[in-house]
């Protein structure tokens, strides 16, 4: 079983729809992370927390929400989806300076 | 802020010979880290190669390494030998010292592209 795991792998949704992403990790990692990748552009980082009482902005937070319900997990939300938003998403926990990510929910918003 | 950049959108090489993919970046920091991310077609996201920058020798791992110019803020990667299986994304990525934050900075990514 991964480490990292994020459901849906794929989604289809239509503008001004909320949709949930989510993301479970059983690394035991205090940190978990949301980055959004799109082509030509690489991975930004969307919001991060460091534990379950500590959430941060990401350099394009802008659209989103997110919820650390347990260490183990940790959702991003679209309230209200925008074609702009279609683009492959991954959840991440980090330990001892490295990275461990999922293997990405890819969203299409139409 | 910091900047990563990959100048190099698309690269080709015959297989079994060597590749260079260039990355630059920006950072008023001493000290930090670098790293390449390899994403083959399954999209997962898989660490290659990582360099801390107080240490001055290259990091290598297997037929990959590194070659870090600290000056010139340059960090580029070499395969060797390539295979079939290299072809993939190749993102270069920074990571500021600060303790316990482990939040990176990627480049935009270089598709790498093996000729059998």
């Excluded at chain 1, 001004?16 to 992403?21: F, T």
């Amino acid at each position: 079983d991964a480490d990292v795991t994020q459901t849906p792998r794929n989604r289809i949704t239509k503008t001004g729809k909320r949709i949930m992403l989510e993301c479970s990790q059983t690394k035991g990692h205090d940190r978990m992370y949301w980055y959004r990748q799109d082509p030509g552009l690489g991975l930004r980082l969307i919001y991060y927390s460091f534990d379950v009482k500590d959430i941060n902005k990401g350099e394009i937070s802008d659209g989103y929400s997110v919820s650390r319900q347990a260490q183990a997990k940790f959702s991003l939300s679209l309230e209200s989806a925008i074609p702009n938003q279609t683009a492959l998403y991954f959840c991440a926990t980090s330990d001892e300076g490295k990275l461990f990510f999922g293997s990405g929910t890819q969203l299409s918003v139409l | 802020a910091q900047t990563v950049t990959q100048s190099q959108p698309e690269m080709s090489v015959q297989e079994a010979e060597t590749v260079t993919l260039s990355c630059t970046y920006d950072t008023s920091e001493s000290d930090y880290y670098l790293f390449w991310y390899k994403q083959p077609p399954s999209r997962q996201m898989i660490l290659v190669i990582r360099q801390e920058a107080y240490k001055q020798q290259n990091a290598t791992e297997n037929r990959f390494s590194v070659n870090f110019q600290k000056a010139a803020k340059s960090f580029s990667l070499k395969i060797s030998d390539s295979q079939l299986g290299d072809a993939a994304m190749y993102f270069c990525a920074y990571r500021a010292p600060n303790f316990g934050n482990e939040k990176l900075t990627f480049g935009t990514g270089t598709r790498l592209t093996i000729i059998p």
